[in-house]
């Protein structure tokens, strides 16, 4: 073995593993390029950077500890107990590793493979992304029984690394603050951040988490703290994300192995719903438009299911083909592959594109499904029986789709008759809202702006999709309304449920229903329905909600529309000393209150309004919640509305 071998044996660590590809100086010209945006989803991708770091050293075996702290002020500090980054001197560069890795553009270990067979992280920009974005960031190092430290400010150092004290521990110690002249958004959520390390422990067994609170002590001076650790991985992850479904197997099938080099894990079970929720996870990293690794799963779970069933006589009886989508229905699943040199493509790059991927992945599904399904004939027969039950259903469901789908949406007699169109044929300039109720309706249709601003009102509470089965779904009148009004249709295949959104004609589509619970339950429903059978319109970021306000209060000339409990009370204090007997409060029950002039400038003039795009900050999550809100299980439901009534707007 040479000696560069060995170094990489022995899990040498040092300033000749730091590679260093290119330069820093556009992240703070052109932040967006490199963490996705400067508001909220960029700031939280700051954090998430640092903890890649942390997460790599854990996946290399040296780092089962990392703790994430939001400060007093609104910075960020890191913690973990790995080897350390380097602080020695890096000779091309002629400075310590540990300035390289923070002040060097795709800089770190992780470029070294004999430093990191994997690592986690989308972009790769690495710490140093961070630093360039951060108005103070300090890094405090443990390593080789000394303890270092430097500070730097927008991505420049203040001084020499300086050896500060002696030390027993190894780690790393990262605290930042981002740049208040770059981001629009400054403050952290905690939920945000609390979900990602939740996932993380789910990704990394073995692995203990924590996320602290400093900005808002408790009463007797203690921080709000949460610890996350799984024993067993992707089985617990999938139990949350099903823990308000009822499930047809009493255990989760749990698939750890490895394939040409890859290693995959794969948890999967099945429920009594009729939805497919797969979540795909390489090197940590969500993979939301799917790839090769969820072709492989797909594949192998559908050739190896159907082999048993024809094996085994029980397809025998049926009167209908089984397709693909029948052995998903009703399957909750987690894979997650760690892959050395992952490619991404796809419109978000999360999508995986390495096709030595597909067939381990598939090898993998196949072998330990196989073996499953013999060592269980009770659980292989009841998960055969939903099988052919979404057959059946899927066939029924053929005939409601035809009716959906019948007369070309474009052609003007498709249209629903309650739609009152926008002249505007393009899309990109056009939006519709979905309007509660004939009433209000009737009122933004004369309110509306005709040239760009469609308008198609909705009978009451649409279907609670997430207790229907998918026939039923499509034979409901209203989202037949939703289908050809917006010109989307279902799939371009015979039996496809995949949505083919190339004829959108809008690319808003905002829902306006009353500012009361009631419009919140009729927000939920259709979101529910968004989710379950128009996700991609989500997902690319053209579903809203409008917020119409609550309140009209006046004194004297002033007069201001409130769209909350404080900010009437903020009216109040201001134009009347507090004193509430001296305003007068117009509280809006519903949109119809309104005449058409209010609803315009309150609630569909863009020049004033705030509407709220919906987006998925957690796709696992987002499924656990709509089946809590909308499911049959009454308990989660209301342990939800007891933990969370104190921050909802409730109706007195």
Known sequence: MSEEEKKKASGHYSAENIQVLEGLEAVRKRPAMYIGDVSEKGLHHLVYEVLDNSIDEALAG???????????????????????????????????????????????????KGTYKVSGGLHGVGVSCVNALSVHLRAEIHRGGKTYVQEYSRGKAFADVEIVGDTDKTGTIITFKPDDTIFTVLEFRYDILATRLRELAFLNAGITLSLTDKRAPREDGSFKTERF??????????????????SLIQDPIHIVTEKNGIPIEIAMTYNDTYNENIFTYVNNINTIEGGTHLTGFRRGLSRTLKKYAEDSKMLDKVKVEISGDDFREGITAVLSVKVAEPQFEGQT???????????????????????????????????????????????????????????????????????????????????????????????AKQGRDRV?????????????????????????EEIKNIYTALGVTIGTEEDSKELNIEKLRYHKIILMTDADV??????????????????????KGY?????????????G???????????????????????ENLVHTQRYKGLGEMNAEQLWETTMNPANRTLKQVTIENMADADMIFTMLMGEEVAPRREFIEENATYANIDA
């Open 349 to 443: 790059k999360t999508k995986l594109g390495n096709t030595e991927v597909m067939g381990a992945v598939d090898q993998a599904t196949g072998e330990a499904l196989r073996y499953y399904l013999e060592e269980n004939p009770k659980e292989a027969k009841l998960i055969v029986e939903k099988v052919i039950l979404a057959a059946t259903a899927r066939h029924a469901a053929r005939k409601a789709r035809e009716m959906v789908q019948r007369k070309s949406p474009l052609s003007g007699a498709g249209l629903p008759g309650k739609l009152a169109d926008c002249s505007s044929k393009d899309p990109a300039l056009s939006e519709i809202f979905l309007v509660e109720g004939d009433s209000a309706g009737g009122t």
């Open 543 to 555: 579903v809203y909600i409008a917020t119409p306000p609550l309140y009209l209060c006046k004194r």
């Open 557 to 579: 000339k002033a007069e201001e529309y409130c769209y909350d409990e404080r900010q009437r009370r903020i009216f109040i204090d201001t134009y009347a000393d507090g004193n």
């Open 518 to 539: 009631d419009g919140s339950h009729i927000d939920t429903l259709i979101l529910t329905f968004f989710f379950r059978y128009m996700r991609p319109l989500i997902e």
């Open 229 to 246: 650790y799984s024993e067993t991985g992707l089985e617990e992850f999938v139990r949350y994300i099903d823990k308000n479904k009822e």
């Open 452 to 476: 760009f601003q469609a308008i198609l009102p909705l009978r009451g509470k649409i279907l609670n999709v997430e207790k229907a089965m998918p026939y039923k779904v499509l034979e409901s």
């Open 62 to 112: 040296y780092c089962d500890e990392i703790h994430v702290v939001i400060n007093e002020d609104n910075s960020v500090t890191v913690i973990d107990n790995g080897r350390g980054i380097p602080v020695d001197w890096h000779e091309k560069e002629q400075k310590s590793a540990l300035e390289v890795v923070l002040t060097v553009l795709h800089a770190g270990g992780k470029f070294d």
